[in-house]
């Protein structure tokens, strides 16, 4: 399977806890995208990597979260002390740069869960 | 700033009827339209996206959606529903330009009876 993955798939922890989730994209797409999706609304938008470049962070990226993307494959989300608010569904995608068609592909999400 | 509104959020159908989502944008400039489905607990596939020419655009499993320029529209259809099309909706824009970031809208649930 060569779609964009995401681990865990699930996390439950307790708040004030530290969480990191993971995202291998397709091979060979330069950007990648984080979002966050919360019951019943659409995915928001917190942040992309242009290879290993961080180019823009949303103000919904507190500064309890970072990200990085230290080879400009993979790349981490941790929020750091986690609140009841973070719990949602984090989703990646990425996209190539060789088309101009801005067609960004999903993975499964990771599902957050702060108790 | 650009925005997604889809008005509807519930539809019911019964399956082997017709179904129409509707979704209205807000863009400054042409936008790259797309609309995305997800079942529950998983993430988003793509069903079919708009960049340019024919205003009608063909996706995978038998949806369809036009581009209404003058409506600012983008609205998402399927002739005949089947129980598998149970699932979120949704619309999102994006730019052809910068970060490209994905604006969704809220979604829309679709639920099929019998």
Wanted: glycine fraction near 8%; charged fraction near 20%; include cysteine.
């Amino acid at each position: 399977d060569t779609g964009v993955s995401q681990n865990p798939r699930h996390k439950i922890t307790k708040r004030g806890q530290n969480v990191t989730f993971r995202c291998d994209p397709i091979s060979e797409h330069n950007r990648l995208y984080w979002y966050r999706q919360t019951l019943g609304q659409g995915p928001e938008f917190l942040t992309y990597f242009q290879n290993e470049a961080q180019l823009e962070k949303s103000r919904l990226l507190s500064d309890r979260f970072s990200a990085e993307r230290p080879k400009g494959s993979f790349s981490t989300l941790e929020i750091q002390r986690t609140e009841q608010g973070d719990s949602a569904m984090y989703l990646c995608a990425s996209r190539t740069l060789d088309t101009s068609y801005n067609e960004q592909f999903f993975g499964p999400g990771t599902r957050l869960t702060v108790l | 700033a650009q925005s997604v509104t889809q008005p509807d959020i519930h539809i019911t159908v019964s399956e082997g009827a017709s179904l129409e989502l509707r979704c209205n944008y807000s863009y400054g400039a042409t936008p790259y339209l797309f609309w995305y489905v997800q079942s529950p607990g998983q993430g988003l596939q793509l069903l079919l996206k708009y960049f340019s020419g024919d205003t009608l655009v063909q996706g995978i499993k038998g949806f369809e959606a036009e581009f209404k320029r003058s409506q600012s529209s983008f609205n998402l259809r399927k002739p005949s529903v089947h129980w598998s099309d149970a699932a979120e909706y949704f619309c999102a824009v994006g730019a052809n330009f910068g970060n490209e970031k994905l604006t969704f809208g809220t979604g829309t649930r679709l639920t099929i009876i019998p």
